[in-house]
């Protein structure tokens, strides 16, 4: 739905001015008004949004909606992006009125000027506001980049995101005037010269970068699946892809609280996260809007020797399924459970360096044929004299793929002399090391 223009400056495309409304399966774009409510104004009236998305709308207040007094609004998968008041509330702005917003996404909103609220700004006496399972991220204003509550406003936020919000003087996440509880949630990667992440007080069970006080607070990198790419390489919100998701190796899985969430009206069994999948997965709720939906880990080695990185900075644990990418030399000890070489990566495993590892070697490089002197696959797989690479007794026999090459350096060898090679592999035919040694010569 598009428009341009309402003669009262209220409701870009709808007015709603007491009436009950059911608005689903809808997309608001590019509507404009002079004052407030670029796509919808509603008053003294109930409005449910389900499953529809705000683009590029703007006005003076309430960049997509404006939620006048007397009123309910119900927000339910929605998507709020790039929409823009040039006073408060980039996506919504709310007042004294009921406001629920579960599982939507609030990007790139942006309240201008001395405006409050890139994503949403609130104020609410009387009324109740209860914002769970959403994500509010590269939101823009003066004053609460993601969000603004106001006074008289209480929010409830409960597994909700904020990442990546601007707040030009302060609140870069959200900024409150009023008392609010936030429960399970992550604040990370917000910006503002005060209160870079949030200032308020009643915060529990969630994720806050710098730290917060409050009982089972955190403060470490959530691990993000890939926040330069919000919506994931296939451009669609709610898919396993979604940048915000936590990875499967993130150290904040499982550490939100499973009372909290109740406790803002949700329900652990039939609820939803913010990408439609199962809000409780396994034993206990993860912090933020996406519940992980697995427990295996890859974590990946990505450049060179001299400048790569590990995907989740600290490299693999025994438990942990590890891949190469780029090239690695190992110089000191690592462990891992399987291992795998992908194509076009490299590993050398240098003298003093070892690789322990629980599970199976996979080697995906290939022989060029047109070289066949050459062993490609086994000289992207090196372990130099010197160097170790274990597989303990949970490895299951022949289950590696791909050829390595094991160097060993020796001395020359008189009769009844000896080198150790290595501890026994499947189908190693020493003969082929060392081709003059009589059969009988070799144990």
């Not at 209220?10 to 008004?33: C, H, Q, R, V």
């Not at 209160?195 to 009982?215: E, F, R, W």
């Not at 600290?314 to 780029?326: C, F, H, R």
Request: charged share 15%.
């Amino acid at each position: 739905m598009e428009a341009k223009l309402t003669n009262n400056g209220l409701g870009g495309a709808i007015y709603n001015d007491g009436a009950s409304m059911i608005i689903s399966d809808s997309d608001f774009s590019s509507n404009f008004t002079l004052s407030s409510g670029g796509a919808i104004y509603n008053l003294s009236s109930q409005l449910t949004l389900d499953k529809t998305s705000f683009r590029g709308n703007r006005t003076h207040v309430g960049g997509a909606v404006y939620n006048a007094p007397s009123s309910t609004l119900s927000v339910t998968d929605c998507l709020f992006d790039g929409n823009e008041a040039s006073i408060s509330g980039g996506g919504i702005f709310s007042i004294s009125s009921n406001l629920t917003i579960n599982n939507s996404i609030f990007i790139n909103n942006e309240a201008g000027g001395q405006g409050s609220g890139g994503g949403a700004y609130i104020y609410s006496s009387p009324g109740t506001v209860r914002i769970t399972n959403s994500l509010f991220v590269k939101n823009k204003s003066l004053i609460g980049g993601g969000l603004l509550y106001d006074e008289g406003a209480h929010c409830k936020i409960t597994n909700c995101t904020f990442s990546e919000n601007q707040g030009y003087d302060r609140g870069g996440g959200a900024y409150g005037y009023s008392t609010s509880e936030i429960r399970n949630s992550i604040f990370y990667a917000n910006s503002a010269p005060i209160y870079p992440q949030l200032n308020t007080s009643n915060v529990s069970y969630s994720n806050i970068q710098d730290g917060y006080a409050g009982t089972g607070n955190i403060n470490t990198d959530p691990l993000f699946l890939n926040p330069n790419d919000p919506d994931g390489a296939d451009d669609i919100w709610g898919t396993a892809d979604d940048g915000f998701n936590l990875s499967p190796c993130s150290t904040i899985l499982d550490l939100g609280n499973n009372e909290a969430y109740p406790s803002n009206g949700g329900d652990l069994v039939n609820d939803l996260d913010v990408a439609g999948n199962p809000r409780l997965f396994g034993e206990t709720i993860d912090m933020g809007a996406y519940e992980a939906q697995s427990g295996e880990c890859m974590i990946t080695w990505i450049g060179t020797p001299e400048d790569g990185y590990w995907s989740n900075e600290t490299g693999p644990a025994l438990y942990n399924d590890a891949q190469v990418e780029g090239d690695l030399i190992l110089t000191n000890n690592l462990q891992a459970r399987n291992f795998m070489i992908n194509e076009g990566g490299s590993l050398t495993i240098a003298d003093g360096g070892s690789l322990t590892l629980a599970g199976k070697i996979t080697n995906q490089n290939q022989d060029n044929p047109a070289t066949i002197e050459i062993n490609e696959q086994a000289s992207s797989f090196v372990v130099q004299s010197g160097g170790n690479l274990i597989q303990t007794i949970d490895y299951t026999v022949n289950d590696n793929e791909g050829d390595i090459t094991v160097q060993r350096e020796s001395q020359d060898i008189v009769r009844l002399d000896y080198t150790l090679w290595s501890s026994p592999t499947a189908d190693q035919q020493l003969q082929a090391f060392s081709p003059m040694t009589l059969p009988n010569r070799i144990y």
